[in-house]
């Protein structure tokens, strides 16, 4: 039996995907030399490992047994070409940052830039998407999030908290009657999250202000909200490390409405240890902690 990292490196990227194409983008191929090397892996197995369809392909049981295995000795190759890769080039090649949408432009595009400055071949790729992402699946390489995990073989580290307030615009506030109490919502337009396309529940803030707060208009990205809010489409709930910079927008009963969260350095164990994630964590970290403590109490 004939065996290489290079057909697990196959099976892996069809098993996470589930489509030959998408795995033939992400190792540089075209789908038939990935069909090729499943079926040669299958051959020197003597064992089927996905299930074909229309749809695309499933793993079988054997297919599944097979993951633990494989991922493994992706691993430890990993491992072998951050040891033996060179101090100069080790910190070459994507990393992907799974990060929310306001710190990713508010905070963490500014340090990924310093680091693209200061290692000319790294490449980094924040994935600045409404969704939770899974280490196991290799979808990023690291992640910030604003939940911690209960489970899973990731390494977990609490970055920072901060707070959100809520806010309107100048001019918008001052065509409305005066908020005094937050019943005085109910006299107001709300700008919000989409309800039902909250990806992470503390990101849920809205049934914790009040039953009279409604918002009329809502979206799945923190940026639509934010323009809503300086075009004067209503009041919302924002992170006040994106609202500081804009001095036409206030906060609204500031004391009767406020929210404390964190953000969190979660990574997979496999990856934990690479310089490159090393590197690169670190300086994310250490970005967003600076800003994040610098903002007001």
């Excluded at 209960?150 to 908020?179: E, F, M, P």
């Excluded at 609204?252 to 990574?267: C, G, M, N, T």
């Excluded at 690169?280 to 903002?295: D, F, H, N, T």
Aim: hydrophobic residues 40%; glycine residues 6%.
């Amino acid at each position: 039996m004939s065996l290489n990292w290079n057909d697990y490196r196959f099976f892996l990227a069809v098993a996470r995907s589930g489509r030959l194409s998408v795995a033939g983008r992400q190792l540089g191929v075209d789908h038939a030399t990935v069909a090729r090397r499943i079926k040669s892996l299958e051959e020197a197995l003597n064992i089927v490992l996905f299930d074909r369809a229309p749809t695309g392909y499933s793993l079988t049981r054997a297919g599944g047994d097979l993951i633990p295995f494989a991922e493994r000795i992706e691993s430890e190759a990993l491992v072998a070409e951050d040891t033996f890769g060179g101090q100069m080039e080790k910190l070459s090649g994507p990393v992907r940052v799974g990060v929310p949408e306001g710190a990713a432009s508010q905070i963490v595009v500014e340090v990924a830039q310093k680091l693209c400055e200061t290692y000319p071949k790294l490449e980094m790729q924040m994935v600045a998407l409404p969704q939770k992402f899974s280490l196991s699946k290799r979808e990023a390489d690291f992640v910030i999030a604003v939940s911690k995990p209960q489970k899973g073989r990731v390494r977990v580290q609490k970055i920072a908290d901060y707070r959100l307030h809520l806010n309107g615009s100048k001019a918008y506030l001052s065509q409305q009657k005066k908020i005094k109490k937050v019943s005085d919502l109910i006299k107001v337009r709300g700008v919000g999250y989409i309800s039902d396309m909250i990806f992470d529940d503390e990101l849920d803030y809205i049934p914790l202000v009040d039953g009279s707060f409604n918002p009329h208009l809502t979206s799945t990205s923190i940026h639509v909200q934010l323009r809503a809010l300086l075009n004067g489409a209503g009041v919302g709930i924002l992170p006040d490390f994106m609202t500081a910079p804009h001095e036409n927008l206030v906060k609204v009963l500031p004391d009767e409405i406020s929210f404390k969260r964190s953000f969190w350095y979660i990574v997979h164990e496999d990856y934990a240890q690479l310089e490159r994630v090393r590197v690169c964590s670190k300086a994310i970290i250490e970005g967003m902690r600076a800003v994040l403590k610098s903002m007001p109490k």
